[in-house]
């Protein structure tokens, strides 16, 4: 295995903020700025990479979304690793690991510090109130994803915990609220009471049904979170064919597709969403269904109907959508592949 020369032009983007990769990247030559959002004021923070280091390996390590976009400056030259590349290449370069930990332990204290500072948790307190915590700052500064994926990792930490049901109706919450008005709009977004006790009654029987449906669904989210994606598949499917929350259902059909996709399942992904789109044309997931599809006959070798999927895409989105995004680089690949 050997790490991928690639050359970017001033003014591309090497990757999206919010994008999941497992790709690492070391800069050769040119200039790569990564910006990101401040915690605190939510204004932009910008970061120049020097040559020689490496960017995106928390994230491609870590396995979740890029916290930052990658924007070259000037024509620029990167190494790109894949996860076992890099894990191969640093098992024989002591001095590169030694420098990545003194970096990340630096980078670490001072966010951990900065966010205790800001909501007055106490290090020593209880690590799942701190976690909830941070989550319903996130959520009340407007900042949907970032609170999104709080809650999403304390449902994945502590699936039984005593905050489980406030973190599950707090991530419906902040889903709902990224998807109407995006990062930094919208008004503050309500945040969900202490979870009653387990011998509680519940509000009423369509409200139970709703949470049941909210708690089997974020703990399938959990299970994806972890690539268990034929597990994951399972646990989509019994909240689908339960049907207790309708919002529920549709959304655990769209994972269920996205699950397909992962185990590779091209042709049964493609008949899924198909059928999915036929059944609920007007589905918020819309777009993102039609990406999977394209990428499944992309997969398939059959490039022309994936491009017609990703520019019935473009037909439907606006330029600040997520999805518009991941379609622009496949679009730029095929083009790229077939050159």
């Known amino acids: 295995m ?14 999206f903020r919010g994008d999941l990769s497992e790709k690492i990247f070391i ?28 960017f995106g390996v928390k994230s491609a390590l870590g ?14 030259d990167v190494l790109q690793f894949s996860v076992p590349e890099f894990e191969q290449f640093v098992s024989t370069n002591t001095r590169v690991i030694m420098k990545m930990m003194k970096v990340f332990s630096n980078q ?48 994945t930490y502590y699936p039984s915990g005593k905050f489980a049901d406030m973190a599950t109706r707090n991530s419906k919450t902040a889903e709902q609220y ?49 690539n268990n994606y034929m597990e994951a598949l399972k646990e989509f499917k019994k909240v689908a064919e339960l049907g207790l929350d309708e919002e529920y259902t549709v959304k655990s059909m769209f994972e269920l597709g996205r699950c397909l996709f992962h185990l590779k399942q091209y042709d049964q992904c493609i008949k899924h969403f198909t059928g999915l789109i036929q059944r609920y044309p007007k589905m918020p997931d819309l777009a993102e269904t039609l990406y999977y599809t394209g990428q499944c006959y992309e997969a398939k070798n059959d490039k022309d109907r994936a ?19 991941k379609v622009m680089k496949a679009l730029r690949a095929l083009e790229e592949s077939r050159a």
């Open 2 to 15: 050997a790490p991928k020369a690639m050359s970017f032009k001033a003014n591309s983007v090497i990757y």
């Open 27 to 54: 800069l050769k030559t040119g200039k790569v700025c990564l910006s990101s959002q401040d915690i605190e004021t939510g204004l932009e923070v910008r970061e120049l990479i020097q040559t020689g280091e490496f």
């Open 63 to 76: 396995r979740y979304p890029r916290e930052e976009s990658a924007l070259v400056l000037g024509d620029t």
């Open 108 to 155: 670490l204290r001072r966010i951990h510090g900065r966010v205790n500072s800001l909501l007055n948790i106490d290090e020593k307190g209880d690590p799942e109130k701190g976690l909830i915590t941070i989550g319903e700052y996130y959520l009340k500064k407007r900042m949907y994803a970032q609170a999104l994926h709080v809650f999403r990792r304390y449902l």
């Open 178 to 226: 990224a998807q109407k008005y995006g990062s930094g709009k919208g008004p503050a977004a309500p945040v969900s009471a202490p979870a009653q006790s387990a011998a509680a009654p519940r509000a009423g029987a369509s409200s139970g049904s709703a949470d049941e449906a909210a708690k089997m669904y974020y703990n399938a989210v959990s299970i994806f979170s972890q």
């Open 307 to 325: 491009v017609g999927f990703y520019k019935k895409i473009f037909s439907m989105s606006t330029e600040d959508d997520p999805v518009r995004r």
